[in-house]
């Protein structure tokens, strides 16, 4: 059974500074998605990354896959509170078709 | 706003009651996703499908089913109602199985 993982599943940080979410998951796949949600509002899909080595950017977000170590990173550059939000990661499993598992999320905090 | 539809946005009900959550894809999109979100179990994959046809099933109880109709609007069908059913239900489209899924604003259930 897939299962994927997030750290830190809390984070609140100032404006201005770096951090990283960490995706972890238990078995291979070569697609993974990272969502936003804003408080009681629906999933913003950010970026969709479909092979090793792959690396998406948008904004001060970036994302990036490794699937030999099972891990995907979201990287935050100088954050803005307009980017507090909540953000999943989703790995695909397909059987047939595609399901997608998701993570615990990760509540961000930026704070002026 | 992600072109995904559903109606209606709360639900208040009783236990031991049916409900009927109704959801239509982006424009042209052929598969049609269910999830559930509550705070104990995250959110989780219910039932896909794709052009009136099910494709896949996840943690969908047995009190629960859907169908997709020849327009591909979906509804999602919610029996026996128990307290623990109380969650947020999205719906999600995409136009293939393996293209990225983009989801609606949500139906919020109650059960009291």
């Known amino acids: 059974e897939l299962k994927v993982e997030q750290n830190p599943l809390f984070l609140s940080m100032q404006e201005g500074k770096n951090y990283t979410i960490y995706c972890n998951y238990s078995t291979t796949s070569d697609r993974l998605y990272w969502y936003r949600q804003d408080p009681g509002k629906s999933l913003e899909s950010l970026f969709v990354l479909l092979s090793n080595g792959a690396v998406k950017q948008e904004g001060r977000l970036m994302a990036s896959l490794d699937t030999k170590a099972r891990l995907s990173t979201l990287h935050i550059t100088a954050a803005v509170h307009d980017l507090s939000a909540t953000y999943f990661c989703a790995v695909a499993y397909i059987q047939g078709a595609q399901k997608l598992v998701f993570g615990q999320g990760t509540r961000l905090t930026i704070n002026p | 706003d992600s072109g995904v539809t559903q109606t209606p946005k709360h639900l208040i009900t009783a236990t031991g009651q049916r409900v009927t959550l109704r959801c239509s894809p982006r424009?042209?999109?052929?598969?049609v996703y269910w999830y559930q979100q509550s705070l104990d179990q995250g959110l989780q994959f219910l039932i896909q499908?794709?052009?009136?046809?099910?494709?896949a099933k996840g943690n969908i109880l047995e009190r629960f089913s859907a169908q997709q109709f020849p327009d591909l609007h979906s509804e999602l069908n919610l029996s026996s109602l128990e307290l623990g059913d109380s969650a947020l239900y999205f719906c999600?489209?995409?136009?293939?199985?393996?293209?990225?899924?983009?989801f609606g604003p949500g139906t919020r259930l109650t059960v009291l």
């Open positions: 424009s042209g999109d052929l598969s």
């Open positions: 999600a489209s995409s136009w293939g199985s393996l293209d990225t899924q983009y």
């Open positions: 499908y794709y052009n009136g046809e099910e494709r």
